[in-house]
DNA sequence: CTGAATCCTACCTGATACTG
DNA sequence: CAGTATCAGGTAGGATTCAG
C-alpha cells in the first residue's frame, strides 16, 4: 500500500526509532499537562505550577520539569532572593511543540463526545 | 497573562479535564506505534502489526488493541475461516487522531537535533 | 519556597504456558 | 492464527520527611 500523503514518517529506520523514542519521551501525561499550563500561564513558578496541574505530586513535578529542562523544552531561571524563587517557561522549542500538540487538543475536544459513544457501544457488545 | 490564540482550552475544567483524561488515554507509547503502523499499512492482521510495532509483547498488542478499540479508534473484523483471520484498521476517528498527532510526529523529525544538542548541553552543566 | 531523599505500593510489562 | 491466563521483575508514582 502507497504511503498516505499526511504521514511524514522517515526511509531512514534508526530515524524512525529516533522520532519514536523522542515521542514516547515528551507524550507523558505530566510533560502534557504542563506544556498545557506553561502555554497558557506564561512565566510560573515552582508551586503555581503545583497549583495549577491538578493532581501533581511535587516529587513528578520536579522530575518532569528536570526532563523537560533536559529536552530542551523548559527554561528555568533562578532569582538569588530570600525566599527562593524558581520561574519556568516554555523555550521556543516548547512553544513549537505546544502548537504541534494543540492538533490532539483540539481533536481531543472536538470528539468527546464520539468517544464516549464508542466506548458505551464497546461496553455494551462486552456486558 | 492573555490567552495565546492558537490554544484552544475549554472554559469549563470540567471538560479541560476529560480531554487531559483523553489525551492521556490516547498517549501512550504502544497506542501511537499501533496508530503510527496501521496508518501507513491499512487493515492488517494481528500477527503482522506484532511483526510491525518493534518490541511490542503479545499480551501489550492484544491490550493495547482492545483499549483502542474501544475508544473507537479501531475497527476489529473477524473472518470466519480456518485458521482464524483477525484484521484491524483504523476508523474515521483514528485516522483523524493520526492526522492530529502528525504535527507531533513532524515535530519530532525536525528538532531531534536541538534536542540532542539540548541534552548534551543539560548533562554537561550538570557533571 | 524549592527542592532532594527515602520508603512503599500499584501497575506496567515481558515471559511462559495453554486454548479454540 | 489469535488470543487468554498466570506469574515475576522492574519501574512509575504517591506520601512523607528533611534541607538550603
Excluded at 27 to 56: C, H, M, N, Q, Y
Excluded at 78 to 86: A, G, M, S
Amino acid at each position: 500500500m502507497a504511503k498516505p500523503a499526511h504521514t511524514s514518517y522517515s526511509e531512514d529506520p534508526k530515524i524512525d526509532a529516533l522520532v519514536d523514542e523522542t515521542i514516547a519521551r515528551v507524550a507523558d501525561k505530566w510533560t502534557l499537562l504542563l506544556i498545557e499550563a506553561l502555554e497558557e500561564a506564561g512565566p510560573r513558578r515552582f508551586s503555581a505550577l503545583g497549583r495549577d496541574v491538578e493532581g501533581i505530586s511535587q516529587k513528578m513535578l520536579t522530575q518532569t520539569l528536570r526532563q523537560m529542562e533536559r529536552e530542551g523544552l523548559v527554561a528555568r531561571t533562578v532569582f538569588p532572593e530570600v525566599p527562593p524563587r524558581v520561574e519556568y517557561e516554555l523555550t521556543g522549542l516548547g512553544h513549537e511543540l505546544a502548537e504541534a500538540f494543540c492538533g490532539v487538543w483540539t481533536w481531543a475536544e472536538k470528539n468527546i463526545g464520539r468517544i464516549e459513544a464508542a466506548r458505551a457501544a464497546y461496553d455494551e457488545r462486552n456486558s
